[in-house]
């Protein structure tokens, strides 16, 4: 199941059906455009014009030095409990978008490279 942008720029969600080498070109559509809705799919064909981040998250809460490893590479203690903090919605990026470092952040470089994991609930 993809999320998208159809060729009037509308968000869709749908199963690839053909691909352009390892992208995704057409989908078939779900019956409503919402990942966690009904997935039931429509017949109907839609061509995939951009993939967007499969979810538009209303918040994005994280939890920080919660494994030992992280905690000693960046030389701090490990807390008694995990770090939990917020992160604005626009810092989430579409696959294949350009990440964004402001100036003030590249010299001296403050901008470390991270894998995430996401877990949807509700």
Known sequence: LIRFLDEKQQVRCGQPTDFNGVLPSKAELVERDDPFGSLLLTGKICSVEKLIAPIAPVQ?????????????????????NPV???????????????????????????????????????
Not at 61 to 76: D, F, M, P, Q, S
């Open 60 to 80: 994005l809460l994280c939890i920080g030095l919660n494994y030992r490893r992280h905690a000693e590479e960046t030389k701090k203690e490990l807390p008694r």
């Open 84 to 122: 939990l903090f917020m992160k604005g919605i626009n810092s989430l990026c579409n696959p294949f978008q350009a990440i964004q470092i402001p100036s003030i952040a590249s010299s001296p470089a403050e901008v470390d490279y991270e894998g995430e994991l996401a877990v949807i609930i509700g």
